[in-house]
């Protein structure tokens, strides 16, 4: 995953804010993911189509972080995400 490449929140996905995190539920399987406040800004920017370096830009926005170690976690987190089928991924 580059920081050109494109993601987005998957429809078929619903999320709520609970206790200052966000807990997501995939509609067909019925699997509940938990994020934190870093992971919950990131969900956010994702609601529209977002580039990897932008989710990162948001990120070290909100939250005090070195840009090397921000684009490591960012492409972490989208990774788990894409396994569980909670983000689509189209590289541009």
């Not at 997501?24 to 938990?34: A, E, K, R």
């Not at 406040?37 to 990131?42: M, R």
């Amino acid at each position: 995953m580059t920081l050109e490449t494109k993601v987005k929140a998957s429809p078929d996905v619903i999320s709520t804010q609970l206790d200052g995190e966000t807990v997501l539920m995939h509609v067909s399987n019925g699997m509940y993911f938990g994020l934190n406040a870093v992971g919950s800004v990131i969900w956010e920017t994702m609601k529209e189509p977002v580039t990897v370096d932008r989710l990162c830009d948001a990120v070290a926005d909100e939250f005090e972080v070195e840009r090397d170690v921000c684009e490591n976690d960012v492409r972490e987190l989208l990774a788990q995400l894409e396994e569980q089928g909670l983000v689509t991924v189209a590289a541009s």
